[in-house]
């Protein structure tokens, strides 16, 4: 055997080389060959198929063409001009796809080019410009466009189906040009309060123990469970210090101010030159009296005809005559002023050109400076305002966080002189004489934060999003609310107890602010009557009141059945003095409609109005359409109350005023394309709404099967 391997071993060594050489080289292909292909891999079912790998990955590439172009893929609502609150996923835009592909919508590279070029209003230029930035052909983004066209028309079809029909554009009409008029009495609860009347200690606590654990709502909508409070403190950068203590010479604030100047002279308002004032005119210029008429001209006509002779004299001229009165002719002798057209051979003159629109340097170097002197004052608050920021940020860099998600407190920052500390150690290129300042507010609950001072107003200036006003922000805090998991969520506006917020705040004078909540209450139920006890006497004193009302309103009734509710009222010199100037009483209203026309119009819908008692439910309405119409006796009558206004209403139907045929005619076209508008809004909401779309494809992500 050994004189075998010894006869052999050059072939075999050569052998093994061979086979080391190709396992190096087709090592990994044949890796890959044998190994499960990862694009196949099954991530969801649905109706349409087996969502793989690779769909999700082809999709996020097709998606991403579309954001380049800026195709709202991810709120295709939005190209339709409707609101969409919630974005696809890339699940969503895959289900999508394969839904306007079973509704036999595709899309050729031509229509694809046509919409890109002539609705989109995109370019040759613009789509090998996203090629490029992609690597991809241009024909990948014809083929994306393509998906989108296809999904939008699958939309449309939708959009399109949403009809209304006759019956409810009649039933509109109705609601809206048919028309009740009434007359009423309103008895308001407080004009009956009697704020000496003794209360009983048991009603108080049967009232408490009634509402204890309910919010406050409109008027007779007791509660008494308390809202969150928080206690702030924070640093105010006021802006007029900085200004007023700024260092810079006036040398150095001029040159700046020039370049300001000639930078923004067309741009800033200061900088443009103010209409011309009208001057007053001197005794020479001035039009002549009626008694100086009679002098200059003769007979007192207030103008020399073309056919007279008169000549004016020279002095006379410029005084006598006031602009616009006829021209002198070429050979009266008298300069002549310059013709309407400039280029008449009878002008001897040109017009002088108007002054620029726009301040020279010596005239704008006042308020270019000012300019300056803000723009700068603003730009060191502002540094001011980070520096503190990032120095209260710096001892919450390695703080831990919680169960809760919120980062633990570090030792010592919840002391109430932190702040304090932080403002005694700015560097002195930071200090300005009284500019930082540091307070600490009382306990406010939302609707006492906006009377914060400075504080209450100020809000934070999100680049991309909506202003975050201090209002919310206060009670975004750990304690009060979870902090949030979602992605599409700021989870640095959620502070923990102690923690000052990462970026300042601006109120509307320019002031910065840096704040932290120090103390926190949850919205609780109280404890026990004497915590609320003011509110729950002002609300059983309220309650007996509007139990008064209610029995007046019935007494009132009663009368207005003999004869008229007018009449009734006026008999009832009592009431009258009692309801006095609370905004009650007689009312002989304008007819009203069940609603309001705004809410087929798309404008802002209002709730109903009645004159007399303001803005109603639409249950006090439609009660007072329904008065009259049955067979009893006394049916043009009733007592409405209006808990939610602390109100009694007796009501009298005078006439329904039905619907006209002119009006039905003329208004409506006007409600079909509202009702379709509402209609058309409602079904593209849900057929986009995400959940909605994996509801009807049988959405299911593979990790739930068994």
């Known amino acids: 055997m050994m004189k075998f391997f010894r006869k052999h071993m050059k072939k075999l060594l050569m052998i093994f080389m061979s086979l080391l050489l190709v396992a190096w080289l087709g090592g990994a292909a ?48 939005h190209f339709f001009r409707i609101k969409q609150d919630e974005p696809l996923t890339l699940y969503d835009w895959v289900l999508l796809v394969r839904e306007a592909e079973q509704m036999g919508f595709t899309v050729s590279q031509e229509e694809a080019r046509e919409f890109l070029f002539n609705i989109w209003r995109k370019t040759l230029n613009d789509v090998y410009q996203v090629a490029r930035r992609l690597d991809i052909a241009p024909e990948e983004v014809y083929a994306a466009v393509g998906e989108f066209v296809s999904v939008t028309e699958a939309i449309a079809t939708v959009f399109a189906a949403a009809q209304v029909s006759e019956a409810e554009v009649r039933l509109a009409a109705r609601n809206v040009y048919e028309r009740v008029k009434v007359h009423l009495v309103a008895l308001k609860a407080e004009a009956f309060v009697d704020a000496d009347a003794a209360l009983a200690e048991a009603e108080l606590e049967e009232l408490f123990t009634k509402y204890r654990e309910q919010e406050r709502g409109k008027a007779m909508t007791f509660g008494y469970f308390l809202p969150p409070r928080v206690k702030a403190q924070y640093l105010k950068v006021d802006l007029e210090k900085v200004t007023a203590g700024l260092r810079r010479s006036e040398k150095a604030l001029e040159r700046e101010a020039r370049r300001y100047w000639k930078e923004n002279r067309e741009k800033d308002p200061a900088f443009k030159r103010p209409p011309p004032e009208e001057k007053a005119e001197s005794p020479e210029d001035a039009e002549p009296k009626p008694d100086e008429e009679a002098e200059a001209k003769p007979d007192g006509e207030a103008e020399a005809k073309p056919d007279e002779d008169t000549e004016p004299k020279p002095d006379e001229e410029a005084g006598a005559r006031p602009d616009g009165d006829a021209e002198a002719k070429p050979d009266e002798g008298a300069e002549a002023r310059p013709d309407k057209d400039a280029d008449s051979p009878n002008a001897t003159s040109q017009p002088a050109e108007p002054p620029s629109p726009y301040l020279t340097w010596a005239e704008a170097r006042p308020a270019a400076i000012e300019a300056v002197r803000k723009l700068y004052a603003a730009e060191r608050t502002v540094k001011i305002a980070d520096y503190l920021a990032g120095r209260l ?30 403002i005694a150690e700015q560097p002195p290129a930071l200090y300005y004489e009284g500019a930082v300042t540091a307070a600490t507010t009382d306990w406010f609950t939302p609707d006492e934060v906006g009377s914060v001072p400075g504080l209450g107003g100020a809000r934070l200036e999100i680049s991309g999003s909506g202003p975050q006003p201090f209002t919310r922000l206060a009670f975004q805090v750990q304690g009060l609310v979870d902090l949030p998991r979602s992605s599409e969520v700021d989870a640095s506006l959620f502070l923990a107890r102690c923690q000052s917020c990462p970026v300042p705040l601006k109120d509307g004078e320019g002031n910065l602010y840096v704040y932290r909540i120090i103390e926190v209450e949850p919205a609780r139920a109280p404890d026990n009557l004497a915590e609320v006890r003011e509110e729950v006497e002002s609300d ?17 009734l009663a009368r207005a059945k003999e004869g008229s509710l007018k009449d009734a009222w006026e008999a009832d010199q009592e009431l009258q003095e009692t309801l006095g ?19 087929y119009t798309g404008g802002f819908s209002m709730p ?11 249950a006090f309405v439609t009660r007072c359409f329904e ?7 006394n049916d043009r009558w009733a007592v409405i109350p209006l808990p939610d206004q602390a109100t009694v209403a007796v009501v009298e139907r005078q006439e329904l005023q039905p619907v006209r045929q002119d009006s039905y005619a003329r208004g409506r076209q006007q409600l079909a394309s509202g009702l379709e508008g509402a209609r058309q809004w409602q079904v593209i909401s849900e057929w986009l709404n995400p959940e ?6 049988h959405f299911e992500p593979a990790r739930r099967r068994r």
């Open 393 to 422: 940020a710096e001892r919450w860099d390695e703080a831990e966080r919680g169960e809760d998600g919120y980062q633990k407190l570090p030792p010592g920052v919840d002391d109430l002189n932190h702040y304090e500390t932080v």
């Open 692 to 697: 909605l779309i994996r509801s009807r494809n």
């Open 608 to 618: 109903p109005y009645v004159q007399g008692l303001g803005f109603v439910d639409q």
């Open 540 to 556: 059983l004193r309220l309650q007996s009141a509007y139990q008064e009302a209610q029995r007046r309103a019935e007494a009132l």
């Open 30 to 77: 044949l890796e890959t060959l044998l190994s499960p292909n990862p694009r196949s891999t099954v991530e969801a079912t649905s109706r349409y198929g087996e969502i793989r790998t690779g769909d999700r990955a082809q999709a996020d590439r097709v998606t991403a063409i579309l954001d380049e172009l800026r195709l709202p893929w991810s709120r295709p609502a």
């Open 581 to 599: 100037d609370s905004g009650g009483g007689f009312t002989d209203a304008a007819p009203f409609s069940r609603e309001r026309l705004q809410k």
């Open 627 to 633: 008065q009259g119409t049955s067979d009893e006796e």
